[in-house]
């Protein structure tokens, strides 16, 4: 009788642990985040690159609940750092990642 207990005891104690693994992330889970996460829009103008970042003054975002400021958005990969000159007027998407804001589009506007 105390080995069946033990042994729906441990069961008890496996089968959560079991099911937990097999709801964790993946590998590619960020990534996978980052393509199901809220796109957001707006405008504004380019006032500074980095090597990995840009800072755009942008309108206000009303989704996010953001006035307009100014602020750096991380770089994808396939947006290259200077790739427009500071003072250009964009139109730009962008995800929230776990770490930053990182950019989708970068397009010029013109005025």
């Known amino acids: 009788m105390r080995a069946i207990f033990n042994l729906i005891l441990v069961s008890l104690f496996f089968i959560p642990v079991y099911s937990f693994a097999d709801s964790m992330p993946m590998e590619n889970a960020p990534v996978a985040m980052q393509q199901n996460a809220q796109t957001y829009e707006s405008e504004g103008v380019i006032t500074q690159w980095q090597s990995d970042r840009v800072s ?19 770089l994808p990969p396939d947006i290259a750092p200077h790739s427009l000159p500071a003072g250009t007027p964009v139109a730009f998407s962008f995800v929230k990642t776990e770490t930053a804001y990182q950019l989708q589009t970068l397009t010029p506007l013109k005025r």
């Open 56 to 74: 755009i003054s942008h309108h206000a975002i009303p989704a996010l609940k953001w006035p307009a400021m100014t602020m750096n958005f991380r």
